[in-house]
């Protein structure tokens, strides 16, 4: 039996995804009850949303969730550490080169997952982050 472990088919995530997203908020919800570093705690939240996000789009259509997962911690390092954040970004194009090269996605898959990535998770800490430290 061969296992897909990519799962290649996209009507195949939707249980998976939302596996992902309880865990995430049970996590999110952890991290509050035992006062992780806010950052921390966001990024969670982030991270579930996210998630939710591609549970919708996978609906109609399959987009990289190894570029969006990469993406994501990018803008996120941008976001804490200014410019110097941008080096963990230079993993992006490997990798979307590695899933196009393994023929799991084409190239508008990729480039959507890498581009929700960095601005979904840009946009959600530019409005969470005041809230939390005004």
Same mark, same amino acid.
């Given at each position: &039996?061969?296992?897909?472990?990519?799962?290649?088919?996209?009507?195949?995530?939707?249980?998976?995804?939302?596996?992902?997203?309880?865990?995430?908020?049970?996590?999110?919800?952890?991290?509050?009850?035992?006062?992780?570093?806010? /950052?921390?705690?966001?990024? &969670?939240?982030?991270?579930?949303? *996210?998630?939710?996000?591609?549970?919708?789009? *996978?609906?109609?259509?399959?987009?990289? /969730?190894?570029? &969006?997962?990469?993406?994501?911690?990018?803008?996120?390092?941008?976001?804490?550490?200014? %410019?110097? @954040? $941008?080096?963990? @970004?230079?993993?992006?194009?490997?990798? &979307?080169? +590695?899933?196009?090269?393994?023929?799991?996605?084409? %190239? +508008?898959?990729? $480039?959507?997952?890498?581009?929700? @990535?960095?601005?979904?998770?840009?946009?959600?800490? +530019?409005?969470?982050? %005041?809230? /939390?430290? %005004?």
């Amino acid at each position: &039996m061969h296992t897909d472990l990519d799962i290649t088919d996209r009507t195949k995530r939707t249980v998976p995804l939302i596996f992902a997203i309880c865990s995430y908020l049970l996590g999110f919800l952890m991290l509050l009850w035992y006062g992780a570093p806010a /950052i921390v705690s966001v990024l &969670m939240l982030i991270y579930g949303t *996210n998630t939710l996000i591609i549970l919708i789009i *996978n609906f109609y259509w399959k987009i990289s /969730i190894h570029a &969006m997962g990469i993406a994501g911690p990018t803008a996120a390092f941008i976001f804490t550490f200014g %410019p110097v @954040g $941008i080096i963990i @970004g230079l993993i992006i194009p490997l990798v &979307m080169w +590695s899933r196009l090269k393994l023929k799991k996605h084409t %190239p +508008s898959q990729v $480039i959507a997952g890498s581009l929700l @990535g960095l601005l979904l998770t840009w946009i959600q800490l +530019s409005y969470i982050v %005041p809230l /939390i430290h %005004p």
